[in-house]
């Protein structure tokens, strides 16, 4: 994935919510989770970076779920 001209900001803000418990999720589903949460993030970022330095500017900001820092009975992933 390529963009096209000058990047100033990025704000990340994807996620994906699955309840139940981890030991009965398939791993599918996990792997969805990973994809959305964790990866698109990174490739996003490596898709505006490179103008953000050959501009020497921009800001990229990543937002997360409350529930990724104390968690939540029966949402583990």
Known sequence: MALRGRSY???NNAALGSSGV???MPLGRIE?????SM???LVLTR???RS??????GRIVNIASMLGIN???GVAA
Do not use: T
């Open 9 to 11: 900001g990025l704000v």
């Open 32 to 36: 969805e989770l990973v994809r959305v």
């Open 39 to 41: 990866l698109s993030p």
């Open 71 to 73: 968690g939540y009975q």
């Open 52 to 57: 953000m330095l050959a501009e020497s500017r």
């Open 22 to 24: 981890l030991a009965r």
């Open 47 to 49: 898709c505006v970076v």
